[in-house]
Structure formats: structure tokens, C-alpha cells
């Protein structure tokens, strides 16, 4: 505790802590302007006091916790306004009624302070022991306060984030980060080989194809083998050669580490049953095989916008898409992440089901899964009338992105609406001449303009619960 409130009352990291104090506290705490800490002779401000009272329940309590201390920061979206410490003190105890650590009127709740040093977050700081002794076991913590943080963003109108779905990929830690800017690499590791394995993925069949075409773009691979069924594969690891551990050995990743639907069993139900070898198309018909593929992803794009149309079998035909990008991107910029691979990546997430729920097997999502590998056999391109079959394509990609925005909107989906206008975005951009070998890919990395609250703030002045203020942009 006393290192968690130094640090808060410190000046960061970066001096980027200015005018730390508390904004709330727990119920019967008093006075917040008797615990604040008063500033000691060195100029810093003496916790003593504060962290002995936060203390005392777990000095006191039946079978305290080892790790007795909870915190949890809280920051609104940078286009919302600046708050005001009665708001945030609202703010915490919203967040802490809803994980169950200091219901409302629970005078014998934890004891918990509200820490604010920055205009647009707070964090958070409490002890997992009651005042009655007990234990407050903070279980599903982090789904209750971002529930409660979704909450507040509706009820006031402010930026919406919109509810945890687990269909994002696995970010690469801060350790990742820092290390590949010390060793210089371009592409964190972590996001290089989900990049690979998703175009194995799209491109493969079958299991043992999928394997050995990582195995074919230098990746390191194994596999984890059952312990019942001898000789049966339950999953499946990659790496890079030269990324390493300090001893030299090589450092893995399982496919769940990379992605929800990258895992074994999430890539057999993709592929289904092995539809056999497709021969590659002859040079003479690469540009028919372009307008195909067209053709294909904006019948996928109008069924997708249909009303009333299964809305299972539209995201089907979706993922089966963003497999087709994934091998465009690959044909048109190689191992480079250019726009189309940014594209791919963020179709690839407005696709997936929340949950890893499985997908419905239509026609025409083998159709497209069909056309994936076919594309990958015909090469890059080879003339004037493929590139302009390609640019067909990447066209009727931004309008099935497009489409599928406004699907993923009225399912409440927001992170995949988002993701979907930012596919949309990348496409429309890369969808030129210009963006063709030898021309200049446009740069689009800027973050897309953000989706405004669809809901219009409350203006009921004698409303308690609807006053503008408690929102909340980012979770836990």
C-alpha cells in the first residue's frame, strides 16, 4: 500500500503527475481534507497516516490475503470533457458498488481512496479485508467495473467503448515493446507471427498443410501432442528464430496467445472438411480469376447489407472474406504492413465471433474460402487488366467493410463496428493506382476519427442519476 500511494503522490515517471489528492474515500472516512497526507520537511507528503488506516482491517482480519491490495485506474476518452473531482468521487463509488467491494450503504464495507493526479483519470486503491474482518473476494473485478464503466458511458452520453467481447487479439506486452525497440525490429514479434499464422490459416486446408506452410516462411514450429491419444495434436506453438531468450532459446506462441480464433480447434472448424488441392490458375485467366473474387466478396457485401437477412450466415461470409484480404494484402505488399495488411487485420477482428462462438458452413463462405487459396496460387499480379481486377476487388472489400459496420452496429457489437470503419477507411485509401506496385501507398496509419455517442446526454436538471459527468472511457 505504501508503494501504491507514493507512486500516486509522486511525480511519475515522466514528471506527469501534477496535483495529486484524494477525491473520495470510504464511507464514514470523514472529512476527505483530514486524510489528505500533510507535506513532511523533505517537501513530500507524509503517508503514514493514510496507509495505516487503510491498514488497520487487514491487520484485524480472519485470514487476511497475501496480496490485500486492489487497485484499478479509471480515465475518461481524450474528446470527452474534463471532470470534476465531485464527479470522479461519483465515479469511484459507482465502480466500487458494482464489483461488490463497497456496496451502497455498506457501512462496514473495505476501505478504499480515490486518487486523482491528472484531469483525466483517477485510480482507485482499496484493501480486500472488510471492517467487519471479512475477506472481500474480488471475483469477476475486472468484467463488474468495466460493466459499471459501460454503464455510466450511456446513462451520460459520453464516448462509448462498448462491451468486452474477447474478440481482440493479444496485445504484445511492455516488455515485448521495449525489447523490440532495443533490438531495433520494425514489427514487434508478437504481432509478426499472428501476421503469418493468420495467412497460413487462410490459405491452408488442413492441419498439416497449415504446418508446413509456416514451416515454409521460416517459422518455427511445434506441437503439443495428447496425453490420451497417442500421437493425436491439441495444439501448436510458434516462434522466430532470431527472436530469443537471453540463454538463446527460442521464445513461443501458442496460437491463443496471437489470437481468440488462432488456436487449433478454432482453425479445424474453420477449415472444415479438406476440399483437396486447387491447381493453380493459368496466367492468361489471373484477371477473369480477379473479377471472380470481386464478384464474390460484393455478393458477400450485399448479403451482409440485406434487412432481415441470417445474420449468422452473413458474419460467415464476412470471416471467409477478411481470409481473401488477408491474401490480397500478401500478393500486393508482400511482408511489408502496409495499408491493405492494416485493412486485413482490422476486418479480421470485426469478423470474429465474441466468445469464439462457431460459425455456419454456407456455400458461400467455402466459396470464398475456395477463392482464398486460389488467389494465393495465382502469384502476384501479372498485368494491367489483374491490377485493375485487384482494385475491383479492394473496392467492393471497403463496401462489404462497410456493410458489416453497420451489421456489427445493430448487434451492439461497437468494437467491431469500429473495426470494420477503419477497414473501410484503409481500403478506400489503398483502393487506387497509386497503391499498385511502383506507386505510392498512401500513409493512413492515423487512428480513425471516433464514433460519437449515438445517445444524446441527458439534460433533466433535477435528475440525480443523469447529471453530465460520471463516464468513463477506458476500463480497468
Known sequence: MYGLLRYLYGPGRREEHVDPHLVAAWDGAGPLSSLEPPIGPDGKPDLRTLVDLLEQPVRRGVNPPRQPVWHCSIRTHPEDRWLTDEQWARIGAEVMAKVGLAPHGDSRAVRWVAVRHAPDHIHIVATLVRQDRRTAWARNDRWLAQAACRDLEERYGLHRVGPADRTAHTRPTTR???????????????DELRRQVRHAAAVAD????????LRDTGLLVRTRTSTVHAGQVTGYAVALASHTTAA???IWYGGGRLAPDLTLPQLRRRWGQPTGSVAPPPRLVQAELYDEAAGAVRAAADLIGQPGTDRAAASAAAYAAADTLTVAARLLEGDRRGPLHRAAEALDRATREPYRRPLPSTSRRGALRSMSRRLRLAGELSDGNAIVGMLRLIRNMSMLADSLAELRDAQRRLHQARAARTAARLLRSAGTRNSMPGGHIPDVTAAPPSTRPSTIPPTRPNDARRQPGPGVGHGR
Do not use: N, W, Y
Request: zero cysteines.
Open 206 to 213: 488442413s492441419q498439416e498443410q497449415f504446418f508446413a506452410l
Open 176 to 190: 515485448e515493446v521495449h525489447k523490440a525497440a532495443r533490438t531495433g525490429r520494425r514489427e514487434r514479434p508478437r
Open 248 to 250: 538463446g532459446q527460442p
